[in-house]
């Protein structure tokens, strides 16, 4: 069996380890977290082009639409020989082009608020990652500060202990009558 000296500071040195490993784990594991979240945000920078193109397509597909619609409303008020410039015909077509404005801009505003939200994942993401950059920062630095800790714990435990065993030696050479002096031992008259 070790004496105590001996595994106090063998206790000391893997306690010491323990914390450094434990902290180097923490700030890696907060580093991976940091670029998830960084791809996160990306992707997410990646959605506001597509749905910046979604929304541009489906404007585009609306206009169509009411293109033809005005198309067949013209080609019908001709068939029957009446013009589109005035009166009911007139009306037909000017509430369309009101409904097809209105249309529009409810496809661009629904557009707006999709990107919007995929910029503010984008930014959270990327406050997350700056987070978990410190965290990894953090976590060694308070590792180190730990393992600092840990050893001068167990520097004033060794030395109280090696205090101790030195006030036992000396009590038991006093009760032996063995009386160390300059490396030289001598006993009771001699």
């Not at 959605?47 to 910046?52: F, H, P, R």
């Amino acid at each position: 069996m070790c004496d105590p000296l001996t595994l106090t500071a063998a206790a000391a040195a893997t306690a010491a380890i323990g914390t450094g490993v434990g902290a180097v784990q923490a700030s890696s594991m907060a580093n991976y977290r940091a670029q998830v979240a960084d791809r996160n945000a990306a992707l997410e920078m990646q959605a506001v082009q597509t749905e910046q193109e979604n929304t541009r397509q489906a404007a585009l597909d609306h206009y169509r639409k009411v293109a033809q619609l005005k198309g067949q409303q013209i080609v019908g008020a001709a068939a029957n020989g009446v013009s589109v410039d005035f009166g009911t015909a007139a009306d037909t077509v000017a509430d369309t082009n009101m409904l097809a404005a209105e249309d529009a801009n409810r496809i661009y505003r629904q557009g707006f608020q999709a990107v919007r939200n995929h910029d503010i994942n984008a930014a959270n993401y990327g406050a997350e990652a700056s987070a978990s950059r410190s965290d990894a920062s953090g976590s060694l630095l308070k590792g180190a500060f730990d393992m600092g800790s840990t050893t001068l714990g167990a520097a004033t435990q060794y030395s109280k202990l090696k205090a101790g065993m030195n006030l036992t030696n000396s009590a038991r050479s006093a009760a032996s009558g063995i009386r160390v002096t300059n490396g030289v031992t001598s006993g009771w008259g001699f």
